[in-house]
């Protein structure tokens, strides 16, 4: 299923988009998608069977805004250098254990929202992402295998960063990765039966028409299952929470000098195989 999320800024509604790519509204049978939603198999079936059976009533789409695919997430788990084609572009070595740090989940806004590039920003950089969303509560998993089986779906996200305030103003990365609407997501949540291989999909981005990025999920060093897993060690995943897996090679970082940076009036699209498309355009905060 692909699940979604309609409607102005706080106040979006549930909603499903069916194979003949018609919305329809969900609001009738659940209150949002959510962790709660993710966690409960029964309601689950119950949007299964309605869409199934065509009883969801069609919604008109024009002018309709897509908001992030996911209400009330718990915690934003990022997983950083996590493929071989970007660490070789940055000059970093493949990292032995995942490099583990967090964005809030106050950064997230909708697939085609402005992005703000912070005041002061002179690297604003882009980065395309497959998003994990948790539907069962992991906590020290001893499997890749138990990983997956703890996946209720996928989604894009747009890991948006601030190299400067990442990299050369001190402490850790979290001062590049929180600024505001640094994480677009969505525009689905497409559930975890519809991606057979998480290790077999493609992510692209484009900056103002440009491909800067054509990468692979097989190129990920910690695949989907283990970057579940090991997370599991550290802390309690619960549904509704989100692990970002990294990007692949074409960032502005990796770039020659000078970097192309993204500045105020640059349009930014990405997608991943199966999972949609988003546009962003960048202002200035």
């Known amino acids: 299923m692909k699940l979604l999320r309609v409607g102005t800024a706080g106040r979006e509604r549930p909603a499903l ?5 018609t919305l329809r509204d969900l609001s009738g049978l659940v209150a949002d998608i959510d962790g709660t939603l993710l966690a409960d198999e029964d309601a689950l079936g119950r949007i299964r069977s309605a869409a199934e059976a065509g009883d969801l009533p069609a919604l008109d789409a024009a002018g309709l805004r897509t908001g992030p695919p ?4 718990g915690k934003i788990v ?12 940055t000059g970093a070595e493949p990292p032995a ?20 590039i912070p005041r002061g920003s002179v690297k604003t950089d882009w980065e395309v992402e497959l998003a994990v969303v948790i539907g069962r509560t992991a906590r020290y998993l001893e499997s ?5 089986a703890h996946v209720a779906g996928y989604a894009v996200a747009h890991d948006v960063s601030e190299r400067e305030f990442q990299i050369e103003r001190g402490g850790t990365w979290d001062k590049g990765k929180n600024c505001e609407t640094f994480n677009p997501l969505g525009p689905w949540l497409v559930t975890a039966d519809e991606v057979p291989d998480p290790q077999d999909l493609s992510l692209r981005l484009w900056v103002n028409g440009e491909l800067k990025q054509d990468g692979t999920t097989a190129e990920q060093i910690f695949p989907v299952g283990e970057v579940v897993r090991y997370v599991s060690q550290f802390m309690t995943l619960y549904p509704g929470d989100v692990l970002n897996t990294g990007t ?9 000098e000078p970097k192309p940076y993204l500045r105020a009036g640059d349009v930014v ?9 988003q546009r962003q355009v960048f202002a200035q905060a």
């Open 97 to 116: 254990e995942p490099v583990v740090f967090f964005k809030a989940p106050d950064t997230v806004v909708g697939p085609d929202d402005t992005v703000l």
């Open 269 to 277: 699209e990405l997608e991943v195989t199966g999972l949609g498309r």
């Open 78 to 89: 990022c997983i950083g250098l996590n493929y071989h084609d970007h660490a070789r572009e």
């Open 17 to 21: 988009l069916d194979p003949d790519g």
């Open 70 to 73: 996911l209400g009330r997430i």
């Open 248 to 256: 692949p090679a074409g960032v502005a970082m990796g770039r020659p």
């Open 144 to 148: 890749a295998e138990e990983g997956l």
